[in-house]
Nanobody, 125 residues
């Protein structure tokens, strides 16, 4: 059984919006932080946005002001609202969670320990 399942990926034109969601048994009361990471073709995986148990958030510079991460503590759903999308936002987007205590910015840089299988986002010009 998949611990985390992403949804909401797709293909849109530059300037458009997409909303990604993540849910699954991997999100529990013990989850301390959740985040979104992406991997573009030919590039390494990078942190996009992270949120900790206190709702502190961190964003990569490339998405700051365009993407918004949020979580529903009741439904155990993580969401990434992506606006003003650019061609360079294209990639596989992964949801991740971690039970260790750390800052959102730390997780953004070093990753998390439980991952989903990803959802593809394609932005065309």
């Amino acid at each position: 059984q998949a611990q985390l399942v992403e949804s909401g990926g797709g293909s849109v034109q530059a300037g458009g919006s997409l909303r990604l969601s993540c849910a699954g048994p991997g999100i529990t009361a013990g989850t301390y932080a959740m985040g979104w990471f992406r991997q573009a073709p030919g590039k390494e995986r990078e942190g996009v946005a992270a949120i900790d148990t206190y709702a502190n958030t961190a964003y990569s510079e490339s998405v700051e002001g365009r993407f918004t991460i949020s979580k529903d503590n009741v439904k155990h759903i993580l969401t990434l609202q992506m606006d003003s999308l650019k061609v360079e936002d294209t990639g596989m987007y992964y949801c991740a969670v971690d039970g260790r205590k750390g800052s959102a910015s730390w997780y953004l840089e070093y990753g998390m320990n439980t991952w989903g299988e990803g959802t593809l986002v394609t932005i065309s010009s």
